[in-house]
């Protein structure tokens, strides 16, 4: 074989072998599947409903599963649950709960139970801890399999406490989330059966069809699309009065999400805007003088909200969104969410872009936001000051003013709170921070950090790009902070294993300051700058002379292996992490220097910012 055809082969073998390498490592990726078929009915006289569940569930783990696991939310508001115990024994318990569960009566508790659980045609015996219930199985699940499941539950609605629950300060009767009985997710970790204590979720990707018997005199909203009711609803007693006409059977089927949640009331007004790219949006809210007059104003406003969302972060991928005042504050569903709605203008419309843009950062992106909190809670604040500002700027917001950046809070307010030394690792357990402040601030804040200090590291060009590339690569799976992180190492050409590293495994903080400045020749500068944080980064350093002429390098890090764009900064050597101190040669006499200043657009949280100007008063001459 000549060379030339050898070269070929080898060329062949090699693009082959490249390709079954990646089709190996896309085929490492899994996850479970499920589809509900959910009838339920509700007695407003005592608050109690009741149901019947039929689950086809497919194993596509490489495990055999020989016990099934499921969650009972509402058993969490009871006197005496890990929640209410939760709550009273932290510092700085939510103050939505506080020791309100203890004080529960029977009467106002909340319940979950299955009365019956069969796989197939045999019976299971299910056993129920507190808000997990579990069974042995009696046929095990090989990997590819399938099985079927039909229970029966029952459950009180509790009074309105924590997202879930009736008679809310607003005076909605029902808000309904995490309300049947919802199978645990199992991934490459493993099972999920965490006991709620009031924080995060975690859910298998299916489809659901769920029909609600509801008083004829309820208006019903939730996920799902509208569709006709079922030919025979499973309980004799409703569907008689289905029949009569004094309740209704509301059927909605909703394609590829992880959880289903509705709400009810007898005052509900609803109006809809059906948006130029088909998707039609909801508005269900009771009409007053606390209401009325700024949600009738809203849905011109989310609709331009959705516009810049679709171009920047991904388009939507449902048909309907429905924004449901309910619930105890804002808190985001599948195609839905329910806030309170006895709001200003401006807080409505902060709260329906927040909750909003979850729908891109856990209901499409769908994180196990239990163990990553802050790419849920983190990214959709980011996204949140992104899409305000974006209102502000084409006025559709009366009266809001632009703010130039609006995440210069977060880095501000992060470092306060860090210098306090009460902050935690990103790394833990949205269950297990110590105090609800450090998960706030971790969730919320460093999570909005995490995601703007990137932008800096790799350049707002990049950045985009990912954003868009993370929703289109990842859009209903359950990504983890390492996916992430590898879309923008691969739009960027840098490596960012360090970044991520620091920011979610520990709570160092960054902090450079100006060492000393001093003449190294007729026409040189030496500034010594010197990392007093122990995280590293990449950073800034502007050089203003007495002209007020300024030059900006860009000092990058040794870990990166290449920098953002320039966009006319000076490109300065790489500083090793290892090295307390670095020197920056300036090409100008010292006498010419009227200040340096580190960082001077605010990218970086730093524990101290006020160390980052060398004033010229202190300058001296060597």
Same mark, same amino acid.
Do not use: C
């Given at each position: 074989m000549n060379t030339t055809k050898r070269f070929t082969l080898l060329l062949a073998v090699g693009f082959a072998l490249s390709i079954l390498h990646i089709s190996a490592l896309n085929a490492q990726y899994w996850q479970q599947s499920v589809d509900y078929n959910i009838q339920c009915y509700l007695t407003p006289e005592n608050h109690k409903y009741a149901g019947e569940e039929v689950i086809e569930y497919v194993n596509n783990s490489p495990d055999t599963l020989t016990r099934i696991y499921f969650h009972l939310y509402p058993n969490a508001f009871q006197p005496g649950s890990m929640m209410d115990v939760r709550n009273l024994n932290l510092p700085d318990p939510d103050r939505r709960v506080g020791d309100r569960i203890s004080k529960l009566s029977p009467e106002g508790e909340g319940h979950l139970h299955i009365t019956k659980l069969m796989q197939g045609s045999s019976d299971l015996t299910v056993i129920e801890e507190e808000t997990i219930a579990y069974a042995e199985l009696q046929f095990p699940i090989k990997p590819g399999g399938k099985a079927n499941f039909k229970l029966n539950f029952e459950g009180q609605v509790p009074e309105q406490i924590r997202r879930s629950g009736r008679n809310n300060a607003e005076g909605v009767d029902y808000s309904m989330p995490q309300w049947y009985p919802k199978l645990s997710e199992y991934d490459h970790m493993g099972w999920h059966p965490n006991p709620y204590v009031g924080r995060e979720f975690h859910g298998i990707w299916g489809d659901f069809d769920v029909t609600v018997a509801l008083p004829s005199e309820y208006t019903y909203a939730g996920t799902g699309y509208p569709a006709d009711a079922p030919k025979k609803f499973y309980n004799k007693k409703i569907r008689k009065k289905i029949k009569k006409g004094d309740y209704v059977a509301h059927r909605r089927t909703a394609p590829m999400v992880h959880d289903f949640t509705w709400a009810a009331d007898t005052e509900y007004k609803r109006t809809e805007l059906k948006r130029a790219d088909g998707t039609m949006l909801e508005f269900y809210y009771i009409p007053g003088e606390k209401t009325t007059e700024n949600w009738e104003l809203l849905p011109e406003i989310m609709d331009k909200a959705f516009d810049f969302i679709n171009k920047k972060y991904g388009q939507y991928p449902y048909e309907k969104y429905a924004i449901i005042q309910g619930g105890d504050g804002g808190m985001e569903y599948a195609m839905s969410t329910l806030i309170t709605g006895e709001r200003t203008l401006g807080s409505l419309v902060g709260v329906s872009v927040h909750e909003l843009m979850h729908s891109w950062y856990q209901f499409v992106l769908a994180t196990n936001e239990s163990l990553y909190p802050w790419m849920d809670e983190g990214f959709t604040s980011y996204a949140s000051s992104e899409v305000m500002k974006y209102l502000a700027e084409i006025k559709a917001i009366p009266g809001a003013e632009v703010q130039e =950046?609006?995440? !210069?809070?977060?880095? #501000? @307010?992060?470092?306060?709170?860090? =210098?306090?030394?009460?902050?935690?690792? #990103?790394?833990?357990?949205?269950?297990?921070?110590?105090? =609800?402040?450090?998960?706030?601030? @971790?969730?919320?804040?460093?999570?909005?950090?995490?995601?703007?200090?990137?932008?800096?590291?790799?350049?707002?060009?990049?950045?985009?790009?990912? $954003?868009?590339?993370?929703?289109?690569?990842?859009?209903?799976?359950?990504?983890?902070?390492?996916?992430?992180?590898?879309?923008?190492?691969?739009? %960027?050409?840098?490596?960012?294993?360090?970044?991520?590293?620091? $920011?979610?495994?520990?709570?160092?903080?960054?902090?450079?300051?100006?060492?000393?400045?001093? %003449?190294?020749?007729?026409?040189?500068?030496?500034?010594? #700058?010197?990392? !007093? @944080?122990?995280?590293?980064?990449?950073?800034?350093?502007?050089?203003?002379?007495?002209?007020g002429n300024k030059i900006t390098y860009l000092v990058p890090l040794v870990l990166q292996r290449g920098h953002a764009p320039l966009n006319g900064r000076e490109l300065a050597g790489d500083w090793p992490w290892t090295n307390p101190t670095y020197t920056l040669t300036v090409p100008m006499p010292f006498e010419r220097i009227a200040g340096v200043e580190i960082d001077p657009l605010v990218k970086l949280s730093e524990a101290n910012k006020e160390n980052n100007v060398y004033p010229p008063l202190v300058i001296e001459n060597n």
């Open positions: =950046n609006p995440h !210069l809070g977060t880095v #501000l @307010g992060y470092s306060r709170f860090a =210098n306090t030394g009460r902050a935690e690792a #990103l790394s833990t357990h949205a269950d297990h921070y110590t105090t =609800n402040a450090a998960y706030g601030v @971790g969730s919320y804040v460093k999570g909005e950090l995490f995601l703007y200090q990137l932008r800096g590291i790799i350049g707002e060009e990049a950045f985009d790009k990912g $954003m868009l590339r993370y929703f289109n690569t990842w859009k209903m799976k359950h990504p983890t902070a390492q996916n992430f992180i590898r879309i923008m190492e691969k739009v %960027s050409g840098q490596e960012l294993d360090w970044y991520l590293e620091y $920011m979610v495994n520990t709570t160092h903080q960054i902090d450079f300051t100006v060492d000393t400045i001093y %003449s190294t020749g007729a026409k040189e500068t030496t500034v010594v #700058l010197r990392k !007093l @944080g122990v995280m590293p980064a990449p950073v800034d350093v502007q050089v203003t002379d007495r002209d």
